[in-house]
């Protein structure tokens, strides 16, 4: 089993950048696909970004491509996502997520383990 544990979330204003961080219990990280979902109210949960075990590729939803960036340190057991350029769409609780298959899935029922998330709000 993986525990992931999400922090770096806040409140910060538009036009501005969060980093957050997910960082996950075990010695087998290196096995896994993580992923980057969130959830606004009254949405449904969206996928915003995936990276694959070795962190040579990466996939990104068009709503965050080129102001998103996922990053991985397998050594640290951790996942992050850079968040420039933040709008008020942006505004949702942000859930790491992990999958054993080397394949980033923009499913969030392909994904077996999840965080408790983090709540990103942008202000206008």
């Known amino acids: 089993q993986v525990q992931l544990v999400e922090s770096g979330g806040g409140l910060v204003q538009a036009g501005g950048s969060l980093r957050l961080s997910c960082a996950a219990a075990g010695r087998t990280f290196y096995t896994y696909t993580m992923a980057w979902f969130r959830q606004a109210p009254g949405r449904e949960r969206e996928f915003a970004a995936g990276i694959n075990r070795l962190g040579s590729s990466t996939y990104y939803a068009d709503s965050v491509k080129g102001r998103f960036t996922i990053s991985r340190d397998n050594a640290k057991n951790t996942v992050y996502l850079q968040m420039n350029s933040l709008k008020p769409e942006d505004t949702a609780v942000y859930y790491c997520?992990?999958?054993?298959?080397?394949?980033?899935?923009?499913?969030?029922?392909?994904?077996?383990?999840w965080g408790q998330g983090t709540q990103v709000t942008v202000s206008s």
């Open positions: 997520a992990s999958r054993r298959n080397d394949y980033v899935s923009q499913r969030g029922t392909d994904y077996t383990y």
